[in-house]
């Protein structure tokens, strides 16, 4: 009985020694965006409305996952100044306190905007009036926030789409080109702690609006304009993430400032299904790669927390999905993938209702030569088995794939969507299934294809 015992302890024992040297690292991988993003010296946010607040799992994820709140539009001037000269700031306090309480840097958004703007700003036609006008809001609302804001928008969108023009708007009109300037000196007098950053969309990529805002924030730290950052929105559209962006935020950063990416989403057309949440799942990892392999990309933001509450498929009817949680709060093959990219990793906790588990993938090297190579992509099913799979590859830059056999590809530049052939499409839980592909590399073979994946 004893030697039964002694046996049974020693098994124990052994088995206990075996659990050890498996077990993972204590320090695993950061587990959560922000933690992730903190370890590589950055911030990540997210944008969101006082009026979701109450919403537990709305505020619960916030917390847990961002550093960084953009009140989504507590702070316009249609909110903060809605009447001349009376001012209003209770929802805009509220989120205020809510992220010092948390530990959340905030982001002001936004001073001046042609935009929610209220109606008697518009009617104001005497430049002094207008400057003095703008000045006074700026100077009130920076100066009731200083000292709390880390970064303002201080002018938000004000050149054009396609030629980079000025904008038209009452600003522009009545002032004339110098309101830029003079709004961020009336916020550096306000609030001098804050970065104060100007910020747009579509200036993502180089195009004519990007070059525009490059030549006025190289003006601006030539003349001595207080200007600390430039917020790319990012407002993307699935597989359109531009391949010249870590280029542009690079450039700009050249001038002396900080880039940040402000207003990131990623919309697609609803329904969402498996094949696109992959691709979307790729594009974040682009940009968030992007970002980090800018040394003055300091913060990313996604513009909200859910697709519930997303302003997407209010603005473009038929669109939607755009961000990093569905509407239940799931966590998104995006999610992962940004997680990924900033050197995190989900921890997958055992009833973890926010863990997508359908699929993972693993890419391999199996044959190489002086202009070519072999890969394989294995498709893993978690703890519940798929009906069809999709991996997402992006390329490196000349490469092409000659041939791709147990798979069934599509090719759009250099991202190649592979769904299954018919009889690896089904997984059981846990199963695996393979696909091998040749490719020609002229350029040199030195870089692996990145991989996300979806299911369906
Ligand atoms: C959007 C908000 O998300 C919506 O709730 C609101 O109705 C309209 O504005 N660029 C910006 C943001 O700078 O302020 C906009 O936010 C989205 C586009």
Same mark, same amino acid.
């Given at each position: 009985m004893r030697r039964v015992l002694t046996a049974v302890l020693g098994a124990g024992a052994l088995l206990l020694a075996m659990l050890v040297a498996v077990a993972p690292p204590a320090s695993a991988a950061p587990g959560t965006l922000k933690e992730a993003a903190a370890a590589k010296g950055r911030v990540f946010g997210a944008a969101a409305a006082q009026g979701?607040?109450?919403?537990?799992?709305?505020?619960?994820?916030l917390d847990r996952e961002f550093n960084q709140l953009t009140p989504e539009n507590e702070m316009k001037w249609d909110t903060t100044e809605p009447s001349r000269n009376s001012f209003n700031y209770g929802a805009a306090d509220q989120l205020v306190s809510h992220a010092q309480a948390q530990g959340m840097k905030i982001r002001g958004h936004t001073l001046v905007w042609h935009s929610q703007l209220p109606g008697w700003v518009g009617g104001i036609s005497s430049r002094d009036e207008l400057l003095s006008v703008m000045r006074n809001h700026i100077s009130n609302e920076a100066g009731h926030f200083a000292g709390k804001i880390a970064y303002w928008d201080v002018v938000n969108e004000a050149f054009q789409d396609g030629s980079g023009a000025r904008r038209d708007s009452v600003f522009q009109r009545v002032i004339g080109d110098g309101y830029i300037e003079e709004?961020?000196?009336?916020?550096?007098?306000?609030?001098?702690?804050?970065?104060?950053?100007?910020?747009?969309?579509?200036?993502?990529?180089?195009?004519?609006?990007?070059?525009?805002v490059y030549t006025m924030v190289q003006d601006f730290k030539r003349r001595g304009v207080p200007i600390d950052c430039v917020?790319?929105?990012?407002?993307?559209?699935?597989?359109?993430?531009?391949?010249?962006?870590?280029?542009?935020?690079?450039?700009?950063?050249?001038?002396?400032?900080?880039?940040?990416?402000?207003?990131?989403?990623?919309?697609?057309?609803?329904?969402?299904d498996g094949s696109k949440l992959a691709t979307q799942a790729n594009d974040y990892r682009k940009v968030v790669s992007a970002?980090?392999?800018?040394?003055?990309?300091?913060?990313?933001?996604?513009?909200?927390?859910?697709?519930?509450?997303?302003?997407?498929?209010d603005t473009f009817p038929g669109e939607g999905a755009a961000l990093l949680f569905d509407?239940?709060?799931?966590?998104?093959?995006?999610?992962? @993938?940004?997680?990924? &990219?900033?050197? $995190?990793?989900?921890?997958?906790? !055992? #009833?973890?209702?926010?863990?997508?588990?359908? *699929? =993972?993938?693993?890419?391999?090297?199996?044959?190489?030569?002086s202009n070519g190579f072999n890969g394989q992509v294995t498709v893993t099913a978690g703890s519940s088995a798929v009906g069809s799979w999709t991996a997402v590859m992006t390329m490196g830059s000349g490469q092409q794939?000659?041939?791709?056999?147990?798979?069934?590809?599509?090719?759009?530049?250099?991202?190649?969507?592979?769904?299954?052939?018919?009889?690896?499409?089904?997984?059981? @839980?846990?199963?695996? &299934?393979?696909? $091998?592909?040749?490719?020609?590399? !002229? #350029?040199?073979?030195?870089?692996?294809?990145? *991989? =996300?994946?979806?299911?369906?």
């Open positions: 979701h607040m109450g919403e537990s799992a709305y505020a619960s994820t709004a961020f000196r009336a916020a550096r007098a306000a609030d001098p702690t804050a970065k104060l950053c100007y910020n747009d969309y579509n200036i993502d990529g180089q195009n004519a609006k990007s070059n525009a917020g790319l929105q990012a407002h993307l559209i699935l597989g359109n993430v531009p391949s010249d962006m870590q280029a542009n935020m690079q450039r700009l950063a050249n001038l002396g400032v900080d880039v940040h990416i402000t207003e990131l989403d990623i919309r697609m057309n609803t329904p969402a970002c980090l392999a800018v040394s003055r990309c300091t913060v990313m933001t996604v513009w909200g927390i859910t697709d519930k509450y997303s302003w997407v498929p509407d239940n709060y799931n966590k998104k093959p995006a999610y992962t @993938a940004a997680l990924e &990219a900033l050197g $995190g990793g989900d921890p997958g906790d !055992p #009833g973890d209702p926010g863990d997508p588990g359908a *699929v =993972t993938c693993a890419y391999t090297r199996t044959a190489q030569w794939i000659t041939a791709l056999w147990n798979g069934t590809p599509s090719t759009n530049g250099s991202v190649v969507t592979v769904k299954p052939v018919s009889w690896n499409a089904r997984l059981a @839980a846990g199963a695996s &299934a393979s696909f $091998g592909f040749t490719v020609n590399a !002229p #350029g040199g073979n030195a870089t692996a294809p990145s *991989v =996300t994946c979806g299911s369906p």
